[in-house]
């Protein structure tokens, strides 16, 4: 019976971390990219933004996809990955509005995917 | 990582409780919640073996959470034998010396050509070949076997259950009303209603048991040459 205990809490204690960890990275990850997003959008209302801009976001977002695709599941990871690609294609032809569009969806996404991750009865459900 | 640990101890709840409300028949001989287990651990380590698209972790934090669980019944089972009863169910005494209990077999949604067939398995083939029966929590018929019971040749067949006829038994032993109303009159039974078992053997013996009475042993004379 010690050695179940035992086990019992190791494995509660594994999953536990495991959840915080996760809530942390994701969160994390997510407000990184959120923040780089609002920057692009200023620049893009002011007509300031350059492909170097948009590419940064791009090359940010890929770095950080690789420890997201633990978590998340890799469907939401490449419509992600579409939404940023068309807003890159967008400032780099100088269409800022359609960019502004596209990345505000990308924004969106950023700010659901950790949602969906947090104990709440929708979540459950 | 949460929402996958809740969502598989909800799964795990609700399947324990449908897999005692079916009770013993749709379990082989694990216990419940091990069976239950078994099924689970199988899809959820099937699932995100099959979809990439789901991450490996979700199998896996799904799978430690069926473990937990069952580490924690296991724990509760060896604290609490009422929490035993509760998960697992207890052995339900089918067959007593006053013949089947109709009322135990229903509970476990079960009828008596379900207990028949079981006893089968174990090589008895008429119900007073055994003093008792007991269908055990998992699932396995154990019987004290009756051994100054006849040794019969014939397979005896199910006429009459909880006052419901077999017809096609009842063709099969090629009684004719009036042998079969004499048969109820001499037994000072008034209506079928009132026989809770009745089996017949070919050599015309019966196991007769009357609602709320003990089992007999009788007769009954079936026309010559008879067999099935």
């Known amino acids: 019976m010690v050695k179940s205990v035992i086990s019992v809490i190791v494995a509660t204690a594994l999953i536990a971390f495991g959840a915080i960890w996760e809530n942390v990275k994701l969160n994390n990850a997510f407000n990184e990219l959120i923040v780089c997003i609002d920057e692009i959008n200023l620049k893009l209302e002011d007509g300031t933004a350059s492909k170097d801009d948009i590419l940064s976001l791009q090359s940010l977002w890929i770095k950080k996809k690789e420890g997201l695709h633990v978590y998340i599941p890799h469907t939401e990871i490449k419509e992600i990955d579409l939404w940023i690609a068309e807003a890159t294609t967008y400032v780099v032809y100088g269409k800022n509005d359609e960019a502004l569009a596209k990345l505000e969806v990308v924004k969106e996404l950023c700010e659901q995917i950790p949602k969906t991750f947090s104990v709440r009865l929708e979540n459950l459900l | ?228």
């Open chain 2, 1 to 228: 990582m949460l929402i996958i640990f809740i969502r598989a101890i909800i799964v795990f709840v609700t399947l324990i409780i449908i897999m005692r409300l079916m009770g013993k028949r749709q379990i082989g001989e694990m216990q419940p919640f091990e069976f239950i287990i078994t099924l689970l651990i199988a899809e959820l380590a099937c699932v995100p073996m099959t979809d990439v698209s789901i991450p490996l972790i979700y199998g896996i934090v799904s799978i430690v959470a069926v473990f937990i669980l069952h580490q924690l019944l296991t724990i509760f089972e060896q604290l609490s034998v009422g929490f035993k009863c509760v998960v697992d169910g207890k052995p339900a005494v089918v067959i007593n010396k006053n013949g089947v209990d109709i009322k135990e077999l229903k509970k476990n949604n079960m009828d008596v050509s379900d207990l028949i067939e079981s006893l089968r398995g174990t090589g008895n083939f008429s119900l007073d070949s055994v003093y008792y029966a007991i269908y055990e929590s998992n699932g396995k018929l154990s019987v004290l076997e009756n051994e100054n019971a006849e040794s019969e040749e014939d397979l005896p067949l199910l006429l009459v259950s909880e006052g419901k006829i077999n017809k096609k038994n009842y063709s099969l032993t090629e009684l004719n009303e009036n042998i079969f109303d004499n048969f109820l009159k001499e037994n000072g039974i008034k209506k079928i209603g009132d026989i809770e078992v009745m089996t017949v053997s070919g050599s015309g013996k019966v196991y007769l048991q009357l609602k709320k009475q003990k089992y007999k042993i009788t007769e009954i004379k079936l026309k010559e040459g008879v067999k099935w």
